[in-house]
């Protein structure tokens, strides 16, 4: 390994609360991993073990066979509850090998993924690419542990399928970058993507589109080809576990009582049949705010909370996402059965009626050991006593949850849309929404600074979201969310200085290490110089939105 090899791996993101190279004035000794290399796994670290095995294994044809702590030329793993449950020390030492010691198992594998970064660009690969060259690393001590303990991705599923294979992907490159919640945004009105074995017609009508808008909802243009698919219950078992192989929490999202096109599609007796001829529904083709939404019936009640036994079976996460955004309420105003409810409940109007509504489930969820989480609408009508929020029309409704005592996700459309334009060039892809460039996500803050230190601590975490209307391949999804998605996991791990006063040089420069580990991880992501002309994409309309974005 050369000079400048060794130079470049020590790039590390996010940036770790210690990183001690040793005296700076002496050339750091090499620490090889190689096939006499062992592995000993203390009891707790075995999920770790299995996935070294997996991926340094293949990537360097390593052996790794199991060993002792004690024994020189080890990779050693172990837990000391005198670290953060999500913090780790990672010692590098000729004489010894390697020890990554974890406060719980989810900090030996953050820990692991320092590794993987600082034995090179390499280490991402499927294959050695010189199996006769054993991996390397200088002697060096990194000590860490992350900010928040909710460091998501929203994934959006529902508007564009993305097959099993495609999930399982996005796990192992949330992985890479220390995120820890996958935030599973499976129905919508353009599709159900989740198998429920009592409502067989939520997959078999409601999964399935006949054809779909291409860009913006303003466009003329259309893709006439159906679209569609969903996950089994085998396969929602199988991205969980592989999840939990990561450290990664799965928070499923089923939308309710708006964003319900399609599950109405399936079953019309939970749309306003009263106001509309829901048997003539359809799943949605097109994008944006539908009129459509969930009639506030027992019958509804009741189907949706048998889907959500159904759900609760297969996600032990102990948060459950409801939406709860974006309804509409006009279908209530003129519905006779809603305004019937509004009246027997002695209710506050309809926004009254959408808050009882979301009451209803938490406190279902509650008595089932579950937390309800909902997008910042909400607070609408009085939020229910147990729910979280999560804040996307800006950091209000986020300050508003906190100051009531809510705990809070800070996710504002305005700074962590991934869906949203990288740059003003005319050659963006679907140039959606505000300008954010990687630049604005790294500078972007999760917690106010108008909360208290105790509002503040209910601000739990912050993520990123992915909505998928623009984003039909694994390629255009990969240019939205990569590099910025790297941006928003340092603000969400490391521990940074306010906004203004942070070093965004020294992550522009670790991020030129960065961008070989993604290009060995196949990662599509936006160049700095802007798209590769195959990234573009000519005459597909977006919707730039003017001026300086509201609300933040």
Not at 458 to 483: C, H, K, L
Request: charged share 25%; net charge negative; hydrophobic share 40%.
């Amino acid at each position: 390994m050369t000079d400048l090899e060794t130079a470049a791996h020590t790039g590390l993101i996010p940036a770790p609360l210690s990183h001690d190279l040793g005296d700076a004035g002496a050339r750091p000794r090499t620490v090889r991993l190689g096939a006499h290399t062992a592995l000993a796994a203390a009891p707790g670290t075995e999920a770790t073990a299995r996935w070294l095995r997996a991926t340094l294994g293949a990537a360097f044809a390593l052996p790794l066979p199991p060993g002792s702590a004690e024994a020189p030329d080890t990779l050693a793993l172990a837990l000391d509850p005198a670290l953060p449950a999500e913090g780790y020390r990672l010692e590098a030492d000729a004489r010894w090998g390697v020890r990554l010691t974890g406060g719980g198992p989810a900090g030996v594998f953050w820990g692991a993924q320092t590794l993987r970064q600082l034995l090179g660009p390499a280490a991402f690969r499927r294959a050695p690419l010189a199996p006769e060259r054993a991996p390397g690393l200088p002697e060096q001590t990194v000590e860490d542990a992350p900010r928040f303990g909710w460091r998501g991705l929203m994934l959006d599923v529902a508007r564009h399928f993305l097959p099993k294979e495609g999930v399982l992907r996005y796990l192992d490159l949330m992985a890479a970058h220390k995120l820890n919640v996958l935030h599973f945004h499976l129905t919508d009105d353009q599709g159900w993507r989740i198998e429920i074995l009592r409502y067989p017609e939520l997959t078999a009508t409601g999964a399935w589109r006949e054809r779909s808008k291409l860009g913006h909802r303003d466009s003329p243009l259309w893709d006439p080809r159906p679209h569609g698919g969903y996950y089994t219950q085998d396969d929602i078992r199988e991205i969980v576990a592989y999840a939990a192989e990561r450290q990664i929490t799965v928070v499923p999202e089923i939308d309710v009582p708006g964003h319900s096109q399609a599950a109405i599609a399936a079953y019309p007796e939970l749309g306003n049949a009263d106001v509309v001829d829901t048997a003539a529904l359809k799943v949605w083709d097109t994008w944006g705010v539908n009129p459509n939404v969930l009639a506030p019936t027992d019958t509804t009640l009741r189907f949706y909370e048998n889907v959500l036994e159904e759900v609760l079976g297969l996600f032990p996460s102990r948060f459950v996402h409801l939406g709860g955004d974006e309804c509409p309420k006009d279908q209530w105003r003129a519905s006779p059965t809603a305004q019937a409810r509004i009246a027997e409940l002695s209710l506050d109007g309809e926004d009254g009626l959408q808050s009882w509504f979301i009451h209803h489930f938490d406190r279902w969820l509650t008595e089932r050991g579950r937390r309800l989480v909902g997008w910042d609408e909400i607070l609408e009508g009085g939020l229910a006593e147990g729910a979280t929020v999560s804040s996307w029309r800006g950091y209000a409704g986020g300050i508003a949850a906190a100051k009531a005592g809510h705990d809070v996700v800070m996710c504002p459309e305005q700074q962590v849309y991934l869906d949203h334009r990288q740059d003003a060039s005319p050659d963006e892809p679907v140039p959606i929404g505000y300008v954010r460039t990687l630049e604005d996500v790294y500078r972007f803050e999760p917690v106010p600074p108008d909360l208290t230190d105790d509002q503040a601590a209910r601000v739990i975490g912050t993520q990123a979201n992915a909505w998928a209307e623009g984003m039909d391949s694994q390629q255009r999804r990969d240019y939205q969310v990569f590099p910025r998605l790297v941006a928003l996991a340092e603000v969400a791990w490391s521990r940074l200085p306010a906004p203004k006063l942070r070093d965004y040089q020294d992550f522009t420069r670790r991020m030129t290490h960065h961008y070989a580990r993604l290009d060995a991880l196949g990662v599509g992501y936006r160049p700095p110089g802007g798209p590769h002309p195959w990234q573009k994409r000519p005459g597909i309309l977006g919707r730039p939105f003017e001026g300086a974005p509201p609300n933040v």
